[in-house]
């Protein structure tokens, strides 16, 4: 069988459980940068609608890699108010629509890890992932060096994005 590796993870999902463990709301890096009222340059937020938005992801498997997710803290599909969940899904098509412009991917990966178990790093607020991908993308560095390339500085990739948006 073979292994894949995804050790630079490890600190992430630590600070994520630590957080967790405090609050809901209190401990989510995702509301901490919501309410912050910091500007979406320093934040990484690509765009900001009424119930939902989108952010960068700050360990990306990939230039690109954006988030979208509903301002409120809510942590399943279920629990999405109608509004939510139309602006949500919106947001995720626009978001496939502004990578597709400024990177031009072979491909796309979308989806969400709802709960621990599943993989979600922040189990408590949900978000869903819009990865491009190309193929190749998972070269010798991933598989042989234990290391993801991402070769793109995540300002770079904010301006980007939101240039495409």
Same mark, same amino acid.
């Given at each position: 069988?073979g292994?894949?590796d995804?050790?630079?993870?490890?600190?992430?999902?630590?600070?994520?459980?630590?957080?967790?463990?405090?609050?809901?709301?209190?401990?989510?890096?995702?509301?901490?940068i919501?309410?912050? +009222? /910091?500007?979406?340059?320093?934040?990484?937020v690509? $765009?900001?609608?009424?119930?939902? !938005?989108?952010?960068? =992801?700050?360990?990306?498997?990939?230039?690109?890699?954006?988030?979208?997710m509903?301002?409120r803290?809510?942590?399943?599909?279920?629990?999405?108010a109608?509004?939510?969940?139309?602006?949500?899904?919106?947001?995720?098509?626009?978001?496939d629509?502004?990578?597709?412009?400024?990177?031009?991917?072979?491909?796309m990966n979308?989806?969400?890890?709802? +709960? /621990?178990a599943?993989?979600?790093?922040?189990?408590? $607020?949900?978000?869903v992932h819009? !990865?491009?991908?190309w =193929?190749?993308d998972?070269?010798?560095m991933?598989?042989i060096?234990?290391?993801r390339?991402?070769p793109?500085a995540?300002?770079?990739?904010?301006?980007?994005?939101?240039?495409?948006?």
């Amino acid at each position: 069988m073979g292994r894949l590796d995804a050790s630079w993870r490890g600190e992430y999902i630590a600070k994520a459980t630590a957080a967790e463990a405090s609050g809901p709301v209190e401990g989510c890096v995702f509301c901490a940068i919501l309410t912050s +009222g /910091r500007p979406d340059e320093q934040t990484q937020v690509v $765009h900001q609608g009424d119930s939902a !938005v989108v952010i960068l =992801n700050a360990y990306p498997y990939t230039s690109g890699h954006v988030m979208v997710m509903p301002r409120r803290h809510l942590a399943g599909l279920d629990e999405l108010a109608t509004n939510e969940h139309r602006e949500l899904w919106e947001l995720v098509t626009h978001a496939d629509a502004a990578i597709r412009r400024a990177y031009r991917p072979e491909g796309m990966n979308i989806g969400a890890n709802l +709960g /621990r178990a599943a993989g979600a790093g922040i189990p408590g $607020h949900l978000h869903v992932h819009v !990865v491009p991908r190309w =193929n190749g993308d998972t070269n010798f560095m991933t598989s042989i060096a234990e290391a993801r390339v991402v070769p793109e500085a995540l300002d770079v990739t904010w301006k980007r994005l939101r240039d495409s948006w």
